[in-house]
């Protein structure tokens, strides 16, 4: 099955770290890179940040630079996205989806991080 | 960054009726050498993550259902429902991927019946 799976959510302090984790399953994995993208409480998509196929190119928005940092485990099929120093306005539902050339094609369900005290 | 502006906000559409959405870029996301538009919409469904329905700024995913087409080059870009079908009640947003990220999103236009 062709699937995304998100997981490592929950609530934190402010100025905690939490690692959010992503399993691809169903396809190519080493062929795609992938991005997470979040959405706050009834708010809008922003895209975060993007780690190419083989892991080599990372880009992030400037909300994030210096916070977060994606990773990929091509052996475990996995991507992962560490924050640092977490926020209230970090607080989102964190999509993880894969890339296709920019457009992104497959999501996973989304996983909830609160940081609140 | 460039800023992708949607209208209208929100839209209120009869079932049966065209509904259409527009995305504006404040930078061109044509790339000239290959002559195409880095744009891509999506449809989310309320409790569900965002669905690709357009790609390449007209190329339909597939199973997209071809009442959904997507239009415009340069930085005007328009997404059509031509027969709004009660399933496509969502928020739309348009996602532009040109070139170096940082990429971005529209603000999302709600389409209710």
């Known amino acids: 099955q062709v699937q995304l799976v998100e997981s490592g959510g929950g609530v934190v302090q402010p100025g905690r770290s939490l690692r959010l984790s992503c399993a691809a399953s169903?396809?190519?994995?080493?062929?795609?890179?992938f991005d997470w993208v979040r959405q706050a409480p009834g708010r809008g998509l922003e895209w975060l940040t993007v780690?190419?196929?083989?892991?080599?190119?990372?880009y992030y928005t400037d909300s994030v630079k210096g916070r977060f940092t994606i990773s990929r485990d091509n052996s475990e099929n996995t991507i992962h996205l560490q924050m640092n120093r977490l926020t209230a306005g970090d607080t989102a539902v964190y999509y993880c989806?894969?890339?296709?050339?920019?457009?992104?094609?497959?999501w996973g369900q989304g996983i909830l991080v609160t940081v609140s005290s | 960054d460039i800023v992708m502006t949607q209208s209208p906000d929100s839209l209120a559409v009869s079932l049966g009726e065209r509904a259409t959405i527009n995305c504006k870029s404040s930078r061109s996301v044509l790339y000239s050498s290959n002559n195409k538009n880095y744009l891509a919409w999506y449809q989310q469904k309320p409790g569900q993550p965002p669905k690709l329905l357009i790609y390449?700024?007209?190329t339909r995913e597939s199973g997209v259902p071809d009442r959904f087409s997507g239009s415009g080059s340069g930085t005007d870009f328009t997404l059509t429902i031509s027969s709004f079908q009660a399933e496509d009640v969502a928020v739309y947003y348009c996602h532009q991927y040109y070139t170096i990220p940082p990429w971005t999103f529209g603000q999302g236009t709600k389409v209710e019946i």
């Open positions: 989806a894969r890339d296709s050339g920019g457009y992104l094609d497959l």
């Open positions: 780690i190419s196929y083989d892991g080599s190119q990372k």
């Open positions: 169903g396809f190519s994995f080493s062929e795609y890179g």
């Open positions: 390449w700024a007209s």
